[in-house]
Nanobody, 125 residues
């Protein structure tokens, strides 16, 4: 079992920045990939960024490329999402996600085994 706890959400004006953190606990040594997903009201949850724990390979949704940066501190079992140049369309609940086991993929909702409780990000114009 893995537990994930997000922090760092809030309200910001367009063009501003926020940094989200996700603290992982439990069987963290078994985590293969982690990611950030978001869900706007009335919309499906979508992948924003993901990172592979051992290779540190990163992938981003086209909508956030060049603005968001995902990173990890394995010693602290913490995942980060630095969000710059925020836009109103970035508003939503942001969820930390993880999956265990070699070969896991954290690209879509169905591929995720563990979720955080979510943190709200609101960007005003």
């Amino acid at each position: 079992q893995v537990q994930l706890v997000e922090s760092g959400g809030g309200s910001v004006q367009a063009g501003g920045s926020l940094r989200l953190s996700c603290a992982a606990s439990g069987y963290t040594s078994s985590i293969y990939c982690m990611g950030w997903f978001r869900q706007a009201p009335g919309k499906e949850r979508e992948g924003v960024a993901r990172i592979y724990r051992r290779t540190e390979g990163t992938y981003y949704a086209d909508s956030v490329k060049g603005r968001f940066t995902i990173s990890q501190d394995n010693a602290k079992n913490t995942l980060y999402l630095q969000m710059n140049s925020l836009k109103p369309e970035d508003t939503g609940t942001y969820y930390c996600a993880a999956q265990l086991g070699y070969g896991a993929v954290c690209k879509t909702v169905s591929e995720i085994g563990y979720w955080g409780q979510g943190t709200q990000v609101t960007v005003s114009s």
